[in-house]
């Protein structure tokens, strides 16, 4: 196995025509390079862990949603040496009541499938807790130098990433991150007007080995808002250009001096107005001075 990973034929196993569904071939490949002699897979959808594993004769323990088992809410049951867990990507493909229906799955189990299906969280936000408690809750159930492979995938929506690779809650060593080259996915059949976007042609496997017991590195993303007048290693340059933009281009001397007071920047300084002339007259490429205005050049 190498860190780019192109299966154009399939493979056997599991059921292409159940959406979302993977390729046999990389599971192959997971259990080849790690030797792996029981394999656990908790969202299994068409079952291609399952016939993957029977192929090579090692044990599976394989659920979902669509039988019955909520991982969101109930008890990862084994104790385990090798996870492969590809759960929905966000909202791309919706499941209860789109592959199987919710209300067979509450008739049969008692779950209200379409509450506790991971494709139908409420945001961005709300997906990526519930893929993080899902994560924590499958890697805690690993024995010590277990390991857990989670294919995943990249989302673009109105000019904006989404990315689970970048999002997901990483606990213990990140052995790898593997580029899987995608085929024959829906999407890609897909014509747009105006195709002024890169197309997403890849999906991802995050490696992850459980190398220590009870505690162990967790690396979680946090996004944040930053008002660039409270961070000390942007220039003045930077900070009064952006004043000058949010004014719409042309700003007097005293709004840019009221626009830094109060804010980390100015008070690190003992020279405000001073520092903000220099830098206005420092940089004539951008800035320039007409009928008592600033303006970005
Ligand atoms: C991307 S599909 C897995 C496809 C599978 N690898 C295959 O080859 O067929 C994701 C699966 O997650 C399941 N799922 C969604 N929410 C779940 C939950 N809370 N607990 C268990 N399974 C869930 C869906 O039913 C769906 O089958």
């Known amino acids: 196995m190498q860190s780019i990973v192109s299966y154009k034929e399939r493979g056997i196993g599991g059921n292409n025509l159940y959406r979302g569904n993977c390729s046999p071939r990389l599971i192959e490949d997971l259990i080849d390079f790690y030797k792996v002699k029981n394999i656990s897979?908790?969202?299994c959808g068409s079952g291609t862990?399952?016939?993957?594993?029977d192929r090579k004769n090692i044990k599976a323990n394989v659920y979902d949603l669509n039988q019955g088992f909520d991982l969101l809410n109930m008890d990862v049951p084994e104790r385990n040496e090798f996870i492969f867990w590809h759960p929905p990507y966000h909202n791309m493909i919706r499941y209860a009541d789109n592959m199987y229906a919710a209300s067979e799955i509450e008739k049969k189990y008692g779950i209200c499938a379409n509450e506790v299906d991971l494709s139908q969280c409420r945001s961005w936000e709300d997906f990526i807790k519930?893929?993080?408690?899902?994560?924590?809750k499958q890697f805690a159930s690993l024995e010590t130098g277990g390991h857990m492979?989670?294919?995943?995938?990249?989302?673009?929506?109105?000019?904006?990433?989404?990315?689970m690779l970048l999002e997901i809650a990483k606990p213990g060593i990140i052995e790898n991150i593997v580029i899987k080259v995608q085929h024959n996915c829906m999407s890609n059949k897909n014509q747009y007007a105006n195709e002024n976007f890169i197309?997403?042609?890849?999906?991802?496997?995050?490696?992850?080995?459980?190398?220590?017991?009870?505690?162990?590195p967790v690396q979680f993303a946090v996004n944040r808002i930053a008002d660039?007048?409270?961070?000390?290693?942007?220039t003045w340059k930077d900070v009064i250009a952006d004043i000058i933009e949010k004014a719409g281009g042309k700003i007097e001397l005293h709004n840019i001096y009221q626009q830094v007071?109060?804010?980390?920047k100015a008070e690190k300084n003992n020279h405000v107005k001073e520092k903000v002339r220099q830098t206005l007259y420092a940089y004539r490429k951008i800035f320039f001075f007409e009928n008592g205005l600033w303006y970005l050049s």
């Open 261 to 264: 007071s109060g804010y980390k």
């Open 199 to 216: 197309r997403i042609q890849h999906e991802y496997v995050l490696l992850l080995k459980k190398a220590e017991d009870l505690i162990y």
């Open 149 to 163: 492979a989670v294919l995943m995938g990249d989302l673009k929506k109105q000019g904006k990433l989404y990315s």
């Open 41 to 43: 897979d908790y969202m």
């Open 228 to 234: 660039i007048r409270n961070l000390e290693s942007v």
């Open 49 to 53: 862990t399952k016939d993957v594993a």
């Open 130 to 136: 519930k893929l993080n408690a899902c994560m924590i």
